[in-house]
């Protein structure tokens, strides 16, 4: 619900403020007083696009400020969803600056035009002769069905369901594209993947390979040298082992004279349990070494088919060889299952078209039952505003897919005169006609659902007298459940509201601005009475005011 406005330098609104209240209220005014400033403002707080013309002061700021009570609207979730706080009272402001820049709050919080749009929508409805096309789309006639047949959650169930049944398809297809893919891959990765898994890719093979190929490529020196190291430190007569031997003894003889020598000979042992190890390695070394052809032939090709997968996968190291390895196993691996996975995917998906099918028909039994009273219900409003032989014909058609709405189409024909034949809103109803069916629709929905406040923008042109009546007594009604403002030209109408504004100009200093005031109970009587015999007020316009408010 709007509860308060207030509009500066906007077009011929200088500075208004307004508070609104729930009901029914009426707006009046001469033709020109500036009715669709006011609903241009609104709009402008609503997310319409900024136009610098729209400033009455260019080098002054124009602003509008609305303030709604939302917390009957169910916008929580709308708040989570674009990261805004929510509060039960919700304040929007838009701005637009000389520079012709637009800036747009909610709570105080910058936003996006587009998200200060989708706010909108869910908090006014304005409607006018040319804004009823709505109604002649099949989306919103669905819409209006499901109102009636209380099928929020059943419908929010089947837009999961069919969000997960697209989604199920839509994978499935890429899978099976991705299949064919692998598939003729397949025997080419198995291929590289053997390939690696036969390689002997461990840490440090690169070295050990090389190592060995070294010693087995060179046995021959290895073994004269180490012979000729062997046979220096081990010869009888003049080795070094020997010479060693006899300078241990000469300073074994003089260890105990003092501390000094003691640490000498200590030296000299550990030299020689050193050398005595040393001659012991060499000699084994040497008995291991052979000469070893088919070894040698078999590192080389090891060694060669390392630096063959080096370039065939165009990388530098081992590690970067194990991760090919395992991304190939990886693709031979999804291949092998791909198909599995295919088959589990299949069958999620046909238990979840069953679901969808069992969800969609509920959505049109349930559709089908409010059909016959939502016709009725039409019929009676519609001949109380002036359509007494307005008949609708609704039919749910099946479809071949799975819409957003479910799986049906709507056919929604009218006819408004006896003996005519029925066709489609859009090509068989007139702007005067559909304003009033909408209207019609929007007092059945409002018995049914939270709307949000509407505003009727002389929706009742072209009408008077005892139709007039009727459609103030709807809006009236209307406002039971919801807030609804009616712009009219109609006393009938205006007298239903329970609270009633007049737009009128005034001239300052040679400026005209537009000003709002809310009549008191005599300025009502007074209105409606020139609303009823024009400028000049007669005691008859006075009396049938009277009448036409009580």
Do not use: W
């Amino acid at each position: 619900m709007l509860t308060e406005l207030t509009i500066s330098n906007f077009a011929l609104i200088d500075h208004l403020e307004v508070n609104f209240s729930k009901g029914m209220t009426s707006i009046t005014g001469e033709t020109g007083a500036g009715k669709s400033i006011l609903l241009g403002g609104l709009a402008l707080v609503l997310g319409k696009r900024a136009d610098l013309s729209t400033l009455k002061d260019k080098s002054k700021k124009c602003f509008v400020d609305a303030t709604f009570s939302i917390s009957a609207y169910h916008l929580q979730e709308f708040f989570d969803g674009v990261d805004l706080d929510y509060e039960p009272i919700t304040s929007i402001r838009r701005e637009i600056v000389p520079s012709g820049k637009s800036r747009a709050f909610i709570n105080d919080t910058p936003v996006t035009l587009d998200i200060l749009q989708q706010l909108g929508e869910k908090l006014i409805d304005i409607h006018s002769q040319h804004q009823t096309l709505s109604l002649t789309q099949e989306d919103y006639q669905l819409e209006v069905l499901d109102a009636l047949a209380d099928n929020e959650q059943n419908l929010s169930t089947y837009q999961s369901l069919r969000t997960a049944y697209l989604n199920l398809n839509h994978e499935i297809t890429q899978l099976e594209a991705q299949k064919d893919n692998l598939e003729q891959e397949h025997d080419y990765n198995s291929f590289l993947l053997e390939e690696l898994l036969n390689a002997p890719l461990t840490e440090g093979i690169i070295e050990q390979l090389e190592d060995e190929i070294q010693r087995l490529s060179h046995v021959e020196e290895i073994e004269l040298q180490l012979s000729k190291a062997i046979q220096i430190l081990d010869e009888e007569q003049m080795g070094i082992q020997v010479q060693l031997n006899e300078v241990k003894t000469s300073l074994n003889k003089i260890s105990s004279l003092g501390e000094q020598y003691q640490q000498l000979n200590e030296r000299m042992e550990s030299l020689r349990i050193e050398l005595n190890d040393l001659s012991s390695e060499l000699n084994r070394s040497l008995e291991q070494l052979e000469a070893n052809p088919s070894r040698l032939e078999e590192v080389n090709a090891q060694y060669q088919l390392l630096n063959d997968l080096f370039k065939k996968h165009q990388v530098l190291t081992i590690e970067e060889l194990q991760i090919k390895r395992d991304e190939l196993d990886g693709k031979v691996l999804k291949t092998a299952n791909l198909e599995d996975t295919l088959n589990k995917l299949k069958s999620q998906l046909g238990k979840t078209e069953q679901q969808l099918a069992e969800s969609s028909q509920l959505l049109s039994q349930k559709r089908q039952e409010v059909i016959p009273d939502f016709v009725d219900k039409m019929a009676k409003i519609l001949a109380l505003v002036g359509m007494p032989n307005a008949r609708f014909q609704l039919e749910l058609l099946p479809s071949d897919t799975y819409l957003i709405h479910g799986k049906e189409q709507l056919s929604f024909a009218f006819s408004a005169n006896k003996g005519s034949d029925f066709g489609s809103l859009k090509k068989v109803a007139s702007g005067g006609e559909l304003s009033r069916i909408m209207l019609a629709v929007k007092a059945i929905l409002s018995q049914y659902k939270t709307l949000p406040a509407i505003i009727f923008d002389e929706i009742d042109t072209g009408v008077s007298g005892e139709v007039a009546h009727k459609m103030g007594e709807i809006m009236q009604h209307m406002g039971n459940y919801m807030q609804v403002m009616t712009i009219t030209h109609l006393p009938q109408v205006a007298a239903k509201g329970a609270h009633h504004f007049k737009v009128f100009k005034e001239t300052h200093s040679g400026s005209t601005f537009t000003q709002l005031r809310k009549l008191s109970s005599d300025q009502r009587i007074e209105e409606i009475a020139q609303m009823l015999s024009g400028e000049v007020l007669t005691e008859s316009a006075m009396q049938h005011a009277k009448e036409l408010l009580n």
